[in-house]
């Protein structure tokens, strides 16, 4: 059984910088797909960053790039810097099982099998 527990998130002010972590464990696959959404109120889902395998091909929101970062060690990571009051919301990471390990991973939420439990996260401007 596949399990993913978040870490991390708070508030902060305009410009400043927060790190989400999210410890998995129990993924015995080949290749996989981890990747991180978020959610604000009142609007939907939203893909954020995503990972393929542990250091393949990384895919980042138009809206995000140049300031978020999806990595992979122990712990799945999202660094988050010059956060901005749009960034706010639940954050959740989530994997699925892929049968390639080549290429970006998808952005599509319903392809994800295994879900954190969330982390808010608070921009004030």
């Known amino acids: 059984e596949v399990q993913l527990v978040e870490s991390g998130g708070g508030s902060v002010q305009a410009g400043g910088s927060l790190r989400l972590s999210c410890a998995v464990s129990?993924?015995?696959?080949?290749?996989?797909?981890m990747a991180w959404f978020r959610q604000a109120p009142g609007k939907e889902r939203e893909a954020v960053a995503s990972?393929?395998?542990?250091?393949g091909p990384r895919l980042y929101a138009d809206s995000v790039k140049g300031r978020f970062t999806i990595s992979k060690d122990n712990t799945l990571t999202l660094q988050m810097n010059s956060l901005k009051p749009e960034d706010s919301g639940t954050y959740f990471c989530?994997?699925?099982?892929?049968?390639?390990?080549?290429?970006?991973?998808?952005?599509?939420?319903?392809?994800?099998?295994?879900w954190g439990q969330g982390a808010q996260v608070t921009v004030s401007s």
């Open positions: 989530a994997v699925r099982r892929t049968m390639n390990g080549r290429g970006y991973c998808s952005f599509e939420s319903f392809m994800y099998t295994s």
């Open positions: 129990g993924i015995f696959w080949t290749y996989y797909c």
């Open positions: 990972l393929s395998n542990s250091n």
